[in-house]
């Protein structure tokens, strides 16, 4: 599927970056040993080190992406994310689905896959980032608040109208990464971003969706069923 391994970049790029503070750190306990505190070279890389394992223990975990097992069949609508839905309610959003309309909310914690999934085959008809707050992505608030990215698309399979998803950030999550644009055609279940380090995603719904989950329920992207929608 396209996307595959944008994760794992995603992962070497930072990892590329850690490993260039530890060695900064690392002259600065040279010279700190060297000139002032002598002996603290020994601790200082043993500490440095084990905190760079687990650093990459941690961020390989978190950039994990595994393939989606996505349902066959038409008018099925699939989680946008891995998480728990904290939220089912109905609510305004205007720029794709130009009014009311159904919502349900992913929660994400640090230890969900972060790459997020096509809830539906399509064609993707906006993407649009809007600055915010950074505010804990457990705070129901944070999805009105924080900053956000919005990802539309034309539904294809059947054709039912629009459906979008909203990428917010959280406290910790602060960088939301887009794969697709306006334009593209995309298959349900494809990877279409990454969100890095804890966050929150809602999927917006025709009024005529039938939700087929419920409070608490854990989802996995790209394989659980979240509404059905008929033509």
């Known amino acids: 599927m396209k996307h595959k391994g944008k994760a794992k970049a995603a992962f070497h790029r930072i990892m590329l970056r850690a490993l260039g503070i530890y060695w900064v750190l690392g002259l600065l306990l040279i010279m700190v040993s060297r000139f002032f505190i002598p002996g603290i070279l020994m601790v200082g890389v043993i500490t440095l080190t084990g905190l760079l394992i687990g650093f990459a223990l ?18 099925l609508i699939v989680a946008p994310g891995h998480g728990t839905v904290d939220v089912i309610d109905e609510t305004e959003e205007s720029s794709v689905m130009g ?97 890095q380090f804890g966050s929150r995603v809602d999927i917006y719904l025709p009024l005529q969706a039938k939700v087929a989950v419920a409070l608490g329920d854990r989802v996995v992207g790209g394989e659980t069923v979240v509404a059905h929608l008929e033509g």
């Open 58 to 75: 941690f961020a390989g975990y978190f950039f994990r992406d595994p393939e989606a097992q996505v349902p066959v069949g038409s008018g």
């Open 99 to 195: 009014g009311r309309c159904r919502r349900v909310s992913i929660f994400l914690s640090v230890f969900n896959v972060h790459v997020q999934q096509a809830p539906v085959a399509g064609t993707v008809i906006r993407v649009r980032h809007t600055p915010g707050q950074f505010l804990n992505a457990m705070k129901l608030e944070s999805a009105a608040l924080n900053e956000n990215v919005v990802v539309g698309f034309q539904t294809s399979e059947p054709a039912c109208g629009p459906v979008a998803i909203k990428l917010i950030t959280g406290l910790i999550a602060r960088r939301i990464i887009p794969w697709v644009q306006e334009g593209d055609t995309v298959a349900k279940g494809e990877r279409v971003s990454l969100i």
